[in-house]
T-cell receptor, first 115, second 115 residues
Framework: AQKVTQAQTEISVVEKEDVTLDCVYE???????LFWYKQPPSGELVFLIR??????QNEISGRYSWNFQKSTSSFNFTITASQVVDSAVYFC????????????FGAGTTVTVRA | DAGVIQSPRHEVTEMGQEVTLRCKPI?????LFWYRQTMMRGLELLIY????????DSGMPEDRFSAKMPNASFSTLKIQPSEPRDSAVYFC?????????????FGPGTRLTVL
């Protein structure tokens, strides 16, 4: 069963538009961690954020923000005022104690920002 | 600080040949992971080590795949014999703690093509 669902396969926006990437996860654990990674066209995976299950505070880092809602098992990611450099594949991932904290990745969402 | 180092960055080989991928984790990190990324299956965890000891190799697809970590600063992933379906990008990642509690730092990947 898919533990992390990123329903949006591809999103295309024009520069300066906001874009929100959805991530829905599934777990029975009370302790778990959620992550977002960015994979730009160069191919490397870049860590963006980690959030534990006990911290539902939303987080903002520059143009990036994350909305964690346990009630809906979602950990959505918003890029504000998108730029061409934001073009990448974005992966949401889950680690759970019951799975030895191994990372389960979603399928990824490809974001294309057009100038 | 140097990140995770992988070599080679690209490898093209013929079916039946032995392939060895190499990884140097970030100094001080005691967990190391090997992943495979394909269009069809996304990012899959193959094996992970903690303190140089293999903890979980359930993701290794077949006996043709093997991984070693002889010391804290070096790991190899070997495929023998290689097959065209092994063509993928192989990532190595390291983490300062066990598995997915802390973020994993990924290397640039090795793009393997088996003809």
């Amino acid at each position: 069963a898919q533990k992390v669902t990123q329903a949006q396969t591809e999103i295309s926006v024009v520069e300066k538009e906001d874009v929100t990437l959805d991530c829905v996860y599934e777990t029975r654990d009370t302790t778990y961690y959620l992550f977002w990674y960015k994979q730009p066209p160069s191919g490397e995976l870049v860590f963006l954020i980690r959030r534990n299950s006990f911290d539902e505070q939303n987080e903002i880092s520059g143009r990036y923000s994350w909305n964690f809602q346990k009630s809906t098992s979602s950990f959505n990611f918003t890029i504000t005022a998108s730029q061409v450099v934001d073009s990448a594949v974005y992966f949401c991932a889950l680690s759970e104690a019951s799975n030895d904290y191994k990372l389960s990745f979603g399928a990824g969402t490809t974001v294309t920002v057009r100038a | 600080d140097a990140g995770v180092i992988q070599s080679p960055r690209h490898e093209v080989t013929e079916m039946g040949q032995e392939v060895t991928l190499r990884c140097k984790p970030i100094s001080g990190h005691n967990s190391l992971f090997w992943y495979r990324q394909t269009m069809m299956r996304g990012l899959e965890l193959l094996i992970y080590f903690n303190n140089n000891v293999p903890i979980d190799d359930s993701g290794m697809p077949e006996d043709r795949f093997s991984a070693k970590m002889p010391n804290a600063s070096f790991s190899t992933l070997k495929i023998q014999p290689s097959e065209p379906r092994d063509s993928a990008v192989y990532f190595c990642a390291s983490s300062p703690a066990l598995a997915g509690v802390n973020e994993q730092f990924f290397g640039p990947g090795t793009r393997l093509t088996v003809l």
